[in-house]
């Protein structure tokens, strides 16, 4: 019966009503969605910079001394992150009003002309400014989370997360590759181009000039998303109707309660910020991403700068090229178990326990790499390939969970507008993560011959301890999951309801 009166109701014109007609004929794999998701997702050049960074803080002679790199380091890597703390939240507000669209071409465009104009820096402070502004103009993460959970039907939600996240995942090992074996090809490649050419001149234009590139085909692709966001003529004119059905009477001639149905809309469907933020599932799964994606972005920043460090000083001496190649061996690794493996073992445990699995693992995972760096040869090669791969595989996996679970939380007409909160929130803590994991590494190049936790052993004791932390939080009863209503009579009676929180209240409004 609710699914006849939700067909009732559904407009021709809604974008969001055709989706949902969509998904309703077409219960396979939604290949073509994940697809896009993943492509767009993966425009985003958070990390191409990490294998080069070191070396272009030196170029730009900022440093006094070798050790301060990995400071001035630390500060460029958190520009991203601060832009993006500052817009996250509008820009959800921005998708939620406007669609999910216009916010996904607008960041792409923007990282496009930005991403190129970092790549031509000339000075320390050119290269922050244009990260910085990547980061506030570009809201495509936040965005593309609710997208994902909108345009998959219920039982593969956890695979659109899933395409998220590994976009993101496999971005943050793809981009530090090709900025590992792009950097400075005047010096690597003489043969194609030369001192005197524009390579030459600017050595860190390649790798930044073919994520734009990748960048203005994610654009082009974007104008064939179809849109997610329900857009109805009637919300406005059925605004007084629906006020009077919350406090209506049982209709008796189908059976169904309005005054109930419209209670449980409003307890579903908070209309502020403020019940966003009274919403504890989402909360706790924010607080605790937070700290997750703050050990993330720390490790990351610190494993770049580790590896490329003379071992003089802890470090394993790598070139960019190196680290290229041990993230790209890492990335493939993620694509094939985000792919194949995760969402079988998410339905077997669920969201929260695999994210628990994952801390565990990580904390002696994490511990073994200060005597990883003893290694040397192929030995060393095997072993921090091997550990690369496990690491970020831990990491992606904690984050799939968590980004689940906030999708669960709400309802599609907050969904963008918690997805920012959650990217502000995120972006604050990762504007924290670079910055002081280059410092604390810069620190510990410092005390080599330190009688408690020498060198790189104090920076990954550091990690582990976040790590812990985060665990700790997962626990109950501080990490709340979202009730799942699948299990109660209830909740199969509105099933209807959680995927289309726009139809529920336009049915709500019109009931006698």
Not at 76 to 91: D, P, V
Not at 236 to 250: C, H, S
Not at 303 to 323: H, I, K, Q
Not at 339 to 348: A, Q
Request: aromatic share 10%.
């Amino acid at each position: 019966m609710e699914e006849g009166l939700l067909k009732k109701y559904e407009e021709e014109d809604c974008p969001g009503c055709k989706v949902e007609q969509l998904k309703r004929s077409n219960t396979g794999i939604p290949v073509k969605p994940v697809l896009f998701i993943s492509v767009v997702t993966l425009s985003l050049p958070i990390s191409s910079l990490f294998p080069f960074l070191y070396f272009m803080v030196r170029d730009f002679h900022i440093a006094e001394r070798e050790e301060d790199i990995s400071y001035y380091a630390g500060y460029l890597g958190s520009s991203f992150m601060l832009g993006r703390a500052l817009t996250s939240i509008l820009w959800g507000i921005i998708a939620d009003r406007y669609g999910r669209k216009p916010v996904v071409v607008i960041g792409t465009i923007t990282v496009l002309i930005f991403n190129a104009l970092f790549g031509l820096s000339t000075n320390y402070w050119m290269a922050i400014v244009t990260r910085f502004l990547i980061g506030s103009l570009c809201g495509i993460i936040g965005t593309m989370r609710a997208y994902a959970s909108e345009i998959c039907r219920k039982e593969y939600h956890a695979l659109g997360i899933s395409a998220v996240s590994t976009s993101w995942g496999i971005g943050l090992v793809i981009g530090p590759a090709i900025g590992g074996y792009l950097a400075q090809p005047a010096e690597k490649y003489p043969s194609i181009f030369s001192k005197e050419s524009l390579f030459g001149r600017f050595p860190y234009f390649l790798p930044c000039l073919l994520i734009s590139v990748f960048a203005l085909a994610a654009t082009v692709m974007s104008c064939w998303l179809p849109e997610t966001l329900h857009k109805h003529n009637k919300i406005k004119k059925d605004k007084n109707n629906f006020q009077d059905a919350v406090e209506g009477t049982p209709d008796e001639s189908n059976g169904l309660n309005v005054s109930q149905n419209t209670n449980h809309s409003e307890r579903r469907s908070p209309s502020s910020q403020k019940s966003l933020l009274k919403n504890w599932p989402l909360v706790s799964s924010i607080i605790v991403y937070c700290v997750f994606q703050l050990h993330d972005i720390a490790y990351l920043e610190i494993f770049s700068l580790w590896a490329v460090s003379p071992r003089t000083l802890g470090g394993l001496s790598f070139t960019t090229s190196d680290v290229g190649q041990v993230l790209a061996i890492t990335g493939l690794g993620l694509l094939l178990f985000q792919l194949l493996v995760y969402p079988l073992v998410e339905r077997i445990t669920g969201p929260v326990m695999i994210s628990r699995i994952g801390a565990v693992l990580s904390i002696p995972l994490l511990a073994s790499y200060p005597y990883i760096a003893l290694l040397t040869g192929f030995g060393l090669s095997i072993a921090l390939n091997c550990a690369s791969m496990l690491k970020n595989i831990l990491s992606v996996s904690i984050t799939t969970g968590l980004l689940i679970m906030q999708n669960r939380a709400v309802s599609q007409d907050q969904r963008g507008a918690a997805n920012g909160i959650s990217m502000s929130s995120m972006s604050l803590f990762k504007t924290i993560g670079p910055a002081a994991g280059g410092s604390l590494l810069s620190w510990s190049q410092r005390r080599q011959d330190a009688d408690i936790l020498p060198g790189d052993q104090l920076v990954f004791f550091v990690l582990n301890a976040i790590e812990l932390l985060g665990l700790l939080l997962t626990l109950r009863p501080f990490l709340q999951e979202p009730e799942d209503s699948d299990n109660s009579p209830k909740s199969k009676h509105n099933s209807l309801d959680q995927e289309n929180g726009m139809q529920e209240r336009l049915v709500n409004a019109e009931l006698p």
